[in-house]
C-alpha cells in the first residue's frame, strides 16, 4: 500500500526560497527537483516540496491543498486579517516560528518630513501593499488615514505624489534610505512560520509532521549553539561561569602543571559575540576557542 505523502508549500523564487530549502536539507530531507518543476519529490521521506508564490501558501494550505507551509508572518497575518474582514474562517495554525525571512512592516516617511508620533499620521495618504495590517495599526490608535493599496514600488510612491508616506517591509534599511524615507513605526515584527492545516491528518502524516517539527526544533537550536573552551583561574570560576550565554553545566577539568587554573568547556545556547569574549578575558580567561555545533540531541 502506498504510504500517504505531506504536501509541503514554499516560496518558489525569492527571499525564503533558499532558507527553506537550506532548513529542509538541514532536517535531512533529500528531494529531486527538475527546473522550473512545481513538485519536488522527496526521496528519504514521505513528503513532497511544492513551489509557489508566497501570497498562495496560506491559500493553500487554508484549501488543504497542501498539508504544511513556509510563509512570511507578514503575509500570514494580513491573510488571517483579510479573511477575517470577509467574514470566512481562519483555517491554518501557526506549529512554529523560524530563525529566518526576519523584516519588519514599518511607516517611513520622507526624511526632511518632521514626525511625531500617531498623531502626525492624521489625514495623511499611506502607500502599502499591506491595507488590512495597516488598517488595524490605524484603528488601534484611533487614527484617520488614507489607505493607498499598490501592487508593489510603494517606496517611490511619496515621490511620485501618490502618497505622504508608506507602509513597507524594511530589513536592512537601505531601500528606505536610497528613497530618502525615514523609518518611524513598526507596525509587524516578522519571521518566517512553519503552518499546517487545521484538518486531522492520517496518523503516518501527523507522526511525519512530529518528526519534522522536532528536527527544525534540533536545527535552530544548533543554529544558535556554541561550543566554548577556555583557560580560567579557578578564583575566577564563578564570575566566567555566569557570563558564559545560555549554558547549563559546563565541564571543568583540571590543568596539568597550573594547580590554581582550569580549563572550562560549555554548549552555549546562544550566540556567542565578540563582547562576550572581551568580558570573559577581563575576567581572567584565556585561550578562548569557540566552535560550531554541528547536531545535538537531548
Ligand atoms: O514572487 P513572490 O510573491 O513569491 O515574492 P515576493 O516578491 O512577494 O516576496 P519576496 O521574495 O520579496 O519576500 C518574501 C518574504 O521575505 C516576505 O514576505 C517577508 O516575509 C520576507 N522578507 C525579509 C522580506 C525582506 N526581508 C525584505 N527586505 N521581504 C521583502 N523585503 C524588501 C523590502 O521591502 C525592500 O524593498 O526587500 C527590499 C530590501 O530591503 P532592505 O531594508 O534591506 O533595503
Ligand atoms: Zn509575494
Redesign the pocket.
Known amino acids: 500500500m502506498d504510504e500517504p505523502r505531506l504536501k509541503l508549500a514554499i516560496?518558489?523564487?525569492?527571499?525564503?526560497?533558499d532558507p527553506s530549502l537550506d532548513l529542509l536539507a538541514r532536517c535531512g530531507l533529500k528531494i529531486s527537483r527538475g527546473k522550473d518543476q512545481l513538485m519536488a519529490f522527496g526521496e528519504n521521506m514521505p513528503l513532497d516540496v511544492l513551489f509557489?508564490?508566497?501570497?498562495d501558501i496560506p491559500d493553500l494550505v487554508q484549501e488543504d491543498v497542501c498539508d504544511l507551509g513556509l510563509?512570511?508572518?507578514?503575509?500570514l497575518e494580513e491573510k488571517r486579517l483579510e479573511l477575517a474582514a470577509r467574514g470566512h474562517p481562519v483555517r491554518f495554525q501557526s506549529l512554529r516560528t523560524l530563525d529566518f525571512?526576519?523584516?519588519r512592516l514599518a511607516l517611513a516617511v520622507p526624511q526632511e518630513h518632521p514626525y511625531e508620533g500617531a498623531a502626525s499620521l492624521r489625514g495623511r495618504r499611506i502607500a502599502t501593499t499591506y491595507p488590512y495590517l495597516l488598517e488595524q495599526y490605524l484603528r488601534e490608535r484611533q487614527v484617520n488615514a488614507e489607505i493607498v493599496t499598490l501592487s508593489g514600488a510603494v517606496?517611490i510612491a511619496p515621490r511620485l505624489g501618490r502618497a505622504d508616506l508608506i507602509c513597507?517591509?524594511?530589513?536592512?534599511?537601505?531601500?528606505?534610505q536610497a528613497n530618502h524615507l525615514r523609518e518611524v513605526e513598526t507596525v509587524l515584527e516578522?519571521?518566517?512560520v512553519l503552518i499546517r492545516t487545521p484538518l486531522a491528518l492520517a496518523p503516518l502524516k501527523g507522526e511525519w509532521v512530529e518528526r519534522l517539527m522536532m528536527r527544525i526544533d534540533g536545527v535552530q537550536q544548533v543554529r544558535e549553539s556554541k561550543y566554548i573552551m577556555l583557560h580560567a583561574p579557578r578564583a575566577a570560576l564563578a564570575e566566567i561561569r555566569r557570563l558564559l550565554p545560555g549554558s547549563e553545566s559546563p565541564t571543568i577539568i583540571p590543568l596539568e602543571g597550573s594547580p590554581d587554573k582550569v580549563a572550562v568547556h560549555a554548549v552555549c545556547r546562544e550566540n556567542v559575540f565578540w563582547e562576550t569574549l572581551e568580558r570573559l578575558k577581563q575576567a581572567g580567561a584565556s585561550a578562548l576557542l569557540v566552535l560550531p555545533v554541528e547536531k545535538m540531541l537531548n
Open positions: 516560496q518558489k523564487s525569492g527571499r525564503l526560497t509557489v508564490r508566497d501570497d510563509v512570511g508572518l507578514n503575509v525571512g526576519r523584516c517606496e513597507d517591509l524594511v530589513s536592512t534599511g537601505s531601500t528606505l516578522s519571521h518566517a
